[in-house]
């Protein structure tokens, strides 16, 4: 597959890359490896100026950003912007956090000394997506560089500046060179740096698929792995949630970069009192979306990203009709130029349609019935993905009940789901395993290594009987 800047707007090549030949390939690993020997010694004050210096210019430059990301994969130029400032937030908290997060942690044994000491563990790959081109690498990288790790980037085939430009961007903050390497190569080559015995981990942010391809490449050389895969993230509405400010934020969620994101929002189930007036609302929002150009600060929705993506989506809607679902707004690619699909409702599809169990990644809402809170669970639990999850209402009961009832790594109430370094950012069943951001995302990657001295009165004593069980 090419790797090429074309431009989703326009579907004009912009820039073409050529990818890492074999030697160029075993170079990076070797400078990889060679840096982790040094880097891994560096204080923590080094990282943190370091890590703080890539903030500042995340921020500092973010037009710059914005634009390349808009770019390649047809982000609006606003949100574009608000993701590099964003990723700034990111490397802010584990500069404040990181130190006292892999600090020894010390343990009461009685007796002696006993902790718990968390070590860096080598290099890491990360194989990451173009939907959020920066965030989803900064997420990575900012808990890594901060553990001591040292950060290889495959990125995806699409967003080739956006990978240099974050290579560009770590060695400005004044990262050693080789402590972040983007590796320009062929989706061919990855299962190669998988393998490579100087890879020490992996984590991949992608779909279902590559998950499954990942996942097995990792385990079969027996090493760690974090999976951060899909969603068909449910979005419940009771009859006691606001409906104005429900209804303003489910348009949101299901439209946000372009309606490409694992948590957003897809399958908006409604409590039957309130139904007919919630489709009515939602319906006359989305007819209000601009579609248009990603670098006008005026548009609401972009392009998808690739032509792919656009044939996939439109076939998933027009199977949802097919097997029974009701088409409310939209559902055909908009004409011309570009990869341009219109905000899309559809309603009550049965269980055997896409859009009921199926990620549909694009501007395209799918619209249930709930009788209750027990069917509301179920419709919310009815999909392999178990990602995030908005629920809306004011009962405290029926939000513990959602709370504790939901398959999924995050459940948010009254508010739309979003990804925060301070919260960590994952799911469970096809969604993957594992966790990015806060203090369980920078404990992924590191030895923990518990550590245990005798005191020396114990050093005196005599050996266990043969046969003792010390497991």
């Known amino acids: 597959m090419a790797i090429s800047t074309i431009d989703p707007a326009t579907g004009k090549t912009l820039r073409t890359f050529t990818p890492l030949s074999a030697e160029e390939l075993e170079a990076k690993l070797q400078t990889a490896a060679d840096t982790f020997r040094t880097y891994r010694e560096t204080t923590f004050a080094d990282r943190v100026t370091w890590l703080r210096r890539a903030a500042d210019l995340l921020e500092a430059e973010a037009d710059r950003y914005g634009r390349i990301m808009t770019q390649e994969m047809g982000k609006p130029i606003d949100a574009a912007k608000a993701e590099a400032k964003k990723c700034a937030t990111a490397c802010r908290y584990y500069v404040d956090k990181g130190e006292s997060l892999l600090r020894d942690r010390l343990v009461d044994m009685g007796t002696g000394r006993a902790f718990v000491r968390y070590q860096p563990l080598g290099p890491v790959l990360a194989i990451m997506p173009w939907n959020f081109p920066f965030w989803q690498v900064v997420r990575f990288a900012a808990p890594a560089l901060m553990a001591g790790n040292v950060g290889l980037l495959k990125h995806a085939h699409n967003v080739p500046q956006c990978a240099l430009a974050l290579e560009e961007l770590f060695l400005q903050a004044g990262f050693p060179r080789g402590a972040f390497q983007t590796l320009l190569i062929e989706t061919a080559d990855v299962h190669r740096v998988i393998e490579d015995r100087r890879v020490r981990a992996v984590t991949l942010t992608g779909s279902e698929g590559a998950g499954r391809a990942v996942g097995a490449a990792a385990g079969k050389a027996i090493k760690k792995v974090v999976l951060e895969l899909g969603g068909s993230d449910p979005f419940i509405v009771m009859p006691s949630a606001d409906m104005e400010k429900a209804v303003e934020t489910a348009v949101s969620a299901r439209l946000i970069n372009n309606g490409q994101s694992c948590i957003a929002a897809k399958r908006f189930i409604v409590a039957d009192a309130i139904y007919p007036e919630f489709e009515r609302r939602f319906v006359e929002r989305m007819k209000r979306v601009t579609v248009g150009d990603p670098m006008d600060a005026k548009t609401d929705l972009g392009p998808l990203a690739t032509r792919g993506i656009l044939d996939g989506l439109h076939a998933q809607v027009e199977a949802s009709v097919k097997a029974g679902a009701r088409l409310l707004l939209g559902g055909k690619p908009l004409e011309g130029p570009g990869n341009f699909y219109p905000a899309t409702v559809l309603a009550e599809p049965p269980p055997q349609a896409p859009a009921f169990h199926d990620e549909l990644f694009g501007p395209v809402a799918t619209l249930l019935r709930a009788r209750d809170v027990d069917h509301a669970l179920e419709l919310a639990n009815a ?84 046969g003792t069980i010390s497991e």
């Open 383 to 466: 999909t392999p993905f178990g990602l995030g999850a908005s629920v809306w209402t004011q009962d405290e009961a029926e939000q513990r009940r959602f709370i504790d009832g939901i398959d999924a790594g995050m459940v948010f109430v009254n508010a739309l789901v979003a990804s925060d370094a301070r919260l960590p950012f994952g799911g469970v069943k096809h969604s993957g395993h594992g966790r990015e951001l806060a203090d369980v995302g920078i404990h992924e990657f590191v030895n923990i290594k518990s550590v245990r001295i005798a005191a020396a009165e114990e050093t005196k004593q005599q050996p266990p009987p043969r």
